[in-house]
């Protein structure tokens, strides 16, 4: 799926391809740098995070672990509603782990800081975040992001990895929606 497969839906892209790539390799070696004496385990938040996490896993040098979590935050909506689930929990032991769950967007963060205090229950060595996106209300919250791509402003947006009503995942980049989309 590409830009012109979206027509007028597409209101503007916000990151590029290219862009995204860039910001990953950055992001890859700091994290290569951090865990060179650590066997780190990548927890990625599903849906969303599944372009992320690929893209990355293979910008990274360390030989790092991946496994995935599904939570359910959001409706079909837009806005976080607070109430966390577990759709799908881990398969690995977290004891004694050094873990680094791998996040599209961070928007109001209710979602993370209850991921970061459940996993830390399990008793891992340690628990840090990598998010591909930052949006400003996340500065509310008290949750460390080691890793940060890029903070964005408080916009709706869609493409690689995030959905509108579980749509658009596919985009190789981020963009806005046309406001058609969403208030029809
Ligand atoms: P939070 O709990 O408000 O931080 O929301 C976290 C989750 O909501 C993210 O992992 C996304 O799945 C979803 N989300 C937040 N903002 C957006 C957006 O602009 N577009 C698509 N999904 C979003
Ligand atoms: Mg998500």
């Known amino acids: 799926m590409d830009a012109s497969d979206m027509g007028a839906d597409l209101k503007k892209v916000l990151l590029s391809a290219d862009d995204i790539s860039t910001r990953l390799a950055e992001m890859a070696a700091q994290v ?18 599944a372009l992320v996490m690929a893209d990355f896993v293979r910008a990274l040098h360390l030989p790092a672990q ?8 959001y409706g079909s909506g837009t806005k976080s509603s607070g109430v966390v689930r577990i759709i799908k929990d ?36 340690s628990v840090e975040v990598l998010a591909l996106l930052r949006k400003p209300d ?8 080691r890793y940060t791509g890029f903070e964005i402003p408080d916009e709706f947006v869609v493409g690689y990895g995030l959905d509108y009503a579980e749509h658009y995942r596919g985009l190789p980049f981020v963009g806005t929606l046309a406001p058609h989309v969403y208030e029809s």
């Open 138 to 145: 996340a500065a509310k919250v008290h949750v460390d992001v």
């Open 90 to 125: 881990l398969d690995t032991d977290l004891t004694g782990r050094h873990v680094l769950v791998v996040e599209d967007i961070i928007d109001s963060g209710l979602t993370l800081s209850w991921l970061v205090a459940n996993l830390s229950s399990r008793g891992a060595a």
């Open 66 to 73: 991946m496994d995935w979590m599904a939570v359910s935050s």
């Open 32 to 49: 290569d740098e951090d865990y060179a004496d650590k066997d780190v385990l990548l927890v990625g938040v599903l849906k969303g995070a």
